[in-house]
């Protein structure tokens, strides 16, 4: 059963500190997506990958958030330092797509809940 | 500024009954315009999706009806029950010929089905 793996599930972490989210695509997807979801914004798209290469990180705030493929089997996202306004969930979605292949759906993780007290 | 308008926020049905959610879009280049559902502590499933070639798209209970001119798409369920209670995003993408493919994502329908 194919699926998108994200860890932790769950992060409460104090203000300041450094957050890691991993990411585990489906096998075979070359493009990687990073959401953020909240009440007031609803679903925003901080960052995608295809082949692993950045395509578009227009909605990621640069200062403190970094987004990287180390291999094709593993996306992050990374706050630091860390602040209130970050608490969201946050996930990872996973498809095939480019040049001459089109889009085909995103399969989206569980998400991970991220709370900065 | 929001690519993706979607209405309403809200909307309770009782059992049986048909919901419908409208979305709306500006630019004319998208080509894909997908359905999500989500349920509390999941991440957003695709549940139906449509190409602008088509008016009408069906699968089950489910119909996204597709209106290019007024570049408005809507989600109809029919014979709702309790465990279509979840939000529904709608989205909209540019599926070919491009680079990109992002989904553009609108604000999301609490949809309450009452028994």
């Known amino acids: 059963d194919a699926r998108v793996t994200q860890t932790p599930r769950h992060k409460v972490t104090e203000m300041g500190q450094e957050v890691t989210m991993r990411c585990q695509p489906i096998l075979g997807h070359n493009t990687v997506f990073w959401y953020r979801q909240t009440m007031m914004q609803g679903l925003e798209l901080l960052a995608y990958f295809r082949n692993r290469a950045p395509l578009d990180d227009s909605g990621m705030p640069k200062d403190r958030f970094s987004a990287e493929m180390p291999d094709a089997t593993l996306a992050t996202l990374k706050i630091q330092p860390s602040e209130p306004r970050d608490s969201a969930v946050y996930f990872c979605?996973?498809?095939?797509?480019?040049?001459?292949?089109?889009?085909?759906?995103?399969?989206f993780g569980q998400g991970t809940r991220l709370t900065v007290v | 500024q929001q690519q993706v308008k979607q209405s309403p926020q809200s909307l309770i049905v009782q059992k049986g009954g048909i919901s419908i959610i409208n979305c709306a879009y500006e630019n004319t280049a998208f080509d894909y315009f997908p359905w999500y559902q989500q349920f509390p502590g999941k991440g957003p499933a695709l549940l139906i999706a449509?190409?602008?070639?088509?008016s009408e798209k069906k699968e089950g209970r489910f119909t996204i009806s597709f209106n290019k001119s007024a570049k408005q798409f809507s989600l109809h369920i029919m014979d709702s029950q309790p465990g279509d209670s979840a939000t529904y995003f709608c989205?909209?993408?540019?599926?070919?010929?491009?680079?990109?493919?992002?989904?553009?994502f609108g604000r999301g329908t609490q949809l309450t089905v009452w028994p």
């Open positions: 449509i190409r602008p070639d088509v």
């Open positions: 979605a996973s498809g095939l797509g480019g040049q001459g292949v089109g889009y085909t759906e995103a399969f």
């Open positions: 989205a909209a993408s540019k599926r070919w010929g491009s680079t990109l493919g992002r989904l553009y």
